[in-house]
């Protein structure tokens, strides 16, 4: 089955911070070429989760949302279940699944361990 995944950035005012999330999120379809990938923004960068959302919605009747979050604060708690929440509303055939940030996910310190090891050659 081809997956339908929408992955959200925070956003920025740094355009360069946008344009290394759109590679990033380039990266990720390019390991998984038979899915939809599209990317969003919370906030200060287009597109915004809704319009991506709309964007998916026309392909597919089930979207997986991976907020690309450190950790469960406001943003992931409240304003993007908000944003889904009305979405959902307004789209009652399409089943819209929100995973986890980052979060204290081991692998996060092997990337410390390598950023360490980086700065202190």
Not at 108 to 121: F, G, Y
């Amino acid at each position: 089955m081809k997956k339908h995944v929408l992955v959200i950035s925070h956003g920025s005012r740094e355009a360069s911070a946008n344009q290394d999330f759109k590679k990033l999120v380039q990266k990720y379809r390019n390991k998984h070429p038979k899915w939809v990938i599209a990317h969003a923004f919370l906030e200060l960068a287009k597109p915004s989760i809704s319009e991506a959302l709309e964007n998916l919605a026309k392909k597919s009747d089930e979207i997986f949302v991976l907020p690309l979050f450190l950790f469960a604060a406001k943003h992931v708690k409240k304003h993007i279940p908000e944003i889904l929440k009305t979405f959902r509303k307004n789209h009652t055939q399409v089943k819209v699944l929100l995973g986890k940030p980052l979060g204290s996910d081991e692998k996060l310190l092997a990337i410390l361990d390598q950023r360490l090891q980086q700065i202190s050659k």
